[in-house]
Structure formats: C-alpha cells, structure tokens
C-alpha cells in the first residue's frame, strides 16, 4: 500500500478548472487500479491532496435543492460569483477569498476501505487543527461538517465537507472559513440546514488568521490521523 501523497498548493484557481483537474486525477488512478486488477500486480496508485482558493462560487451537490440558491442570475453577477452543480454528495456551499479549500484524492485501498471512517477523519483533522487556536469545534449527528456550540441555539457551522467516491478513489473534500466573507453566506441556504449560522476563525477569534500557518496544521494533523508516510510536494499537478 503506498501512503504516500503528492501535496500541491494551487493558491487562486477558478473552481471549474480544479474540479477538472480532480476528476483527471481521479481516472487516472481508477485506470492505475483497473491495470493492477488485469494481472499487473506493480502497479502502485499514487494519492493527492490539493489545497486551493476559489474566486467567489456556490457549489450544489447531487442530491441538493437548487431552491436553497437564492440568487438568480442577476444575482450572481452582482455578487460576481459563479454557480456549478456539482457530482459530490451534500447540499449547497460557497467557496471565496479567505477559505482554505482541501481535496484530497486518495486511493482509500491504500489507507482503509471505509467512507463512514474517511469523513470522520476529515472532520478530525479540522477539529484538531481549530483546537490549536482555541476553538472547540465538534461534530453535529447527521450533518457533516465541523460545528461550535452544538446543541445551543448558537450553533455555527465553520467547515464544510462534501466528497465523492468512485472505485474507492475520493474526491472533492472539506473548506474551512478562515478570513472568509460570511456575507456571502447569506445568499443560500448552506448545506440546505435552516436555522444555523456560519462563522470563521477570524470572527471567532476577532483577528486575521495566517492561511499558510493553518495549511501546515492541516497538513500536520492529516498526516497523523491518516498515517501518511510523507506528504511530498509536487509540479506536476497544474
């Protein structure tokens, strides 16, 4: 099993262009499993994890209700954001300036075969990661994602997570709100749940937080939670 992974930040990409290159990572490593499985017993399939910021763009996921968008075109265009169906699971979200967006793709083979176990992992590495801030964040029963004051009428949603999962390959992954506009928040109904607010590191803790300080504990508590045996920084992936 290779639990190596190729690490690459891609800073500011267009959401359409990474979903793009998400999915040519993906078939390239189904590819990769369908040649070992024909009697190629070398083959290694390799894993990935991206880091990006999106330009300003509302994301609906598979199963979502297009009702929970409340902008209409118009509305896009003065907001200058962009809208995508998308193929992950979940309802609707926004990705901007100010949020650390991972996707991680991985060949879970390589690691465990459990989506239950991968997700919960996800939302560990964010809690781990918010706790070194002071932040306590938590896990809410039958939303995923990592949350403050579960349970309290002051319930707020920090990360988001959404993933796909083909042949065990995943994709798509987790945003958290660092310095994020919450603002734009208020044009949807985030991951379609009514009721609940969104915050960020930044207006949780009254100041702006480092991106590149929160991306090396990600990277830190990932690698533990998920016994990666390097994260290898790579070119190749554009």
Not at 46 to 67: A, M, Q, R
Not at 162 to 191: E, K, Q
Not at 200 to 221: F, N, P, Y
Request: net charge negative.
């Amino acid at each position: 099993m290779n639990k190596n992974i190729y690490i690459k930040d891609l800073f500011k990409k267009d959401f359409k262009e990474t979903w793009d290159l998400q999915t040519s990572l993906l078939d390239e490593i189904i590819a990769l499993k369908k040649e070992k499985r024909n009697g190629n017993p070398d083959v290694v399939t390799p894993n990935y994890f991206l880091f990006v910021e999106h330009p300003h763009v509302y994301t609906l996921g598979k199963s979502g209700d297009l009702s929970n968008l409340l902008l209409n075109e118009e509305g896009l265009k003065a907001k200058n954001a962009t809208f995508y169906k998308i193929n992950r699971g979940g309802d609707i979200t926004y990705h901007g300036p100010g949020q650390i967006v991972g996707y991680p793709i991985l060949d879970l083979e390589n690691f465990f075969t459990d989506i239950h176990k991968y997700l919960r992992l996800l939302e560990e590495t964010i809690i781990l990661t918010l706790a070194e801030y002071g932040i306590k964040g938590e896990r809410s029963e039958g939303e995923t994602g990592v949350w403050l004051d579960v349970g309290t009428p002051f319930a707020r949603k920090i990360c988001a997570m959404g993933i796909r999962a083909s042949r065990w390959v995943t994709m798509h992954g987790f945003a958290l709100n660092v310095n994020a506009n919450l603002g734009y928040f208020d044009n949807i109904i985030p991951c379609g749940i009514r009721g609940k607010a969104v915050t960020s590191m930044e207006a949780e803790l009254g100041e702006k937080i480092s991106e590149e300080e929160v991306k090396q504990k990600i990277i830190k508590h990932f690698k533990d939670l998920f016994e990666v045996a390097s994260f290898i920084t790579t070119k190749e992936v554009e």
